[in-house]
């Protein structure tokens, strides 16, 4: 055998790099496994919440959801949670707005989409919050305007036009006026005609819908002629507003 070969032919420093390897591997999958088996350790907070309900394994989700040392552990806690119908009710929605202030934005984005699930309007602010403050990660933003189409409330008409005419983010913006749909108001019926004359074709689109879903109308993308058909109305609302039906054309014809 010449020098420097195994017996398998291999030299003998590619087996030590795959030997080292296969022991690095194994090290890390056995520390894997203890954090697995580590308990939580809840915050403060948590503790707080684990105290509101008394059954024991209950328990121990929210204290995932609060676990102090690991956020993927809260983002997994937070999403075993919502799960549940319990976990959709107090005192887990005010774990939910408390989560949604977490310094990880992972951790944030699965308790933005706990709270959508609760379709609870009384945590709208979270939402709203999230829409308006979460200027690090773009996706929860996303999330936040896509949920405002699940869960209603007056609050929320504001923010919506707002963000609906002049949000950096174009995804954003077209969740926002999809969520208008739920909001029959005269100042959401001028926000969206400022959108129908937008020069982004997808905001135009997507405010014809909705303005469609309101009105039972389409004047396609011409703004004075849907500032005439609807001013000629008393009541330019269809009730309730409904999706529209048949096939649509992008450009009106």
Known sequence: MRKGLTGAGYPASVLSLTMAFGALMAALLLAGCGSKQRPPTPSEEGKAIMARIGDVERQKLVAEAFDTKSADRRRLGILQLYQEDWGRQEPCLSAYALLAQDKEPIVRAAAIVAVVESRNPAYIHVL?????????????????????????APTAVEPLIRHAKSDPSLDVRLRCIRALVHYPQKNVLDALLVCVGDEEFGIRFTARRTLTSLTGEDAVYDVNLWSQTLSSKSDPFVHPAAAHSGRWSLWGT
Do not use: Q
Not at 128 to 147: M, N, P, Q, W
């Open 128 to 152: 709203l919050d999230a829409l308006d403050r979460d200027k690090e990660a773009e996706y929860i933003r996303v999330d936040a305007a896509e949920g405002l189409r699940k869960v209603v």
